[in-house]
């Protein structure tokens, strides 16, 4: 995950967050190695609300108005503090609803958890992932945690901040 900056995109100010996701085999278990990558950039308007995402696979997604009653995610957030991060419409039929919750650990530490479900065109759910950050009591990630179910096939990655 990376900043990008400040940009113009569709005559509106907004904010560029890239995103680039690498899987794969390591090549001394399968050689040549098994890699694949995609690479998202999502355009947050000023106020915090997503407008638009891009991803290399040419998928186009809009974001939806924030819902009556959520909080997005700001600079300062307390414990038991949740909310609604974006809700978006993609070119492909697909829909997503990203929410946040900030949960108390030990010794002061927190996990924001960011909770996605992905929906079909006939609003049925296909996919969901909880990507888990792992805070010291200063908010500093140590730890980030990844857990997709789609297809009733569940995948989980983790590791600790090097």
Known sequence: MKSKGSTTLDSSNVTNSEITVTMGSP???????VIA????????????????TTNSTGITGAGIAFRNGSSPLTDVVHVGDSGTLSAVQFSDGTSDIATWKLTAGLNGNSTLTISTTTKDAANTVISSEDDDFYLDNAGTPYKYSMTIIENGTTLTLNGNKV
Do not use: C, H, R, W
Not at 27 to 33: E, F, G, L, T, Y
Not at 37 to 52: C, M, P, R
């Open 27 to 33: 090549s001394i278990v399968v050689s040549p190695a």
């Open 37 to 52: 990558t995609e690479t998202f950039n999502q355009y947050f308007l000023t106020d915090g609300q997503l407008y638009k």
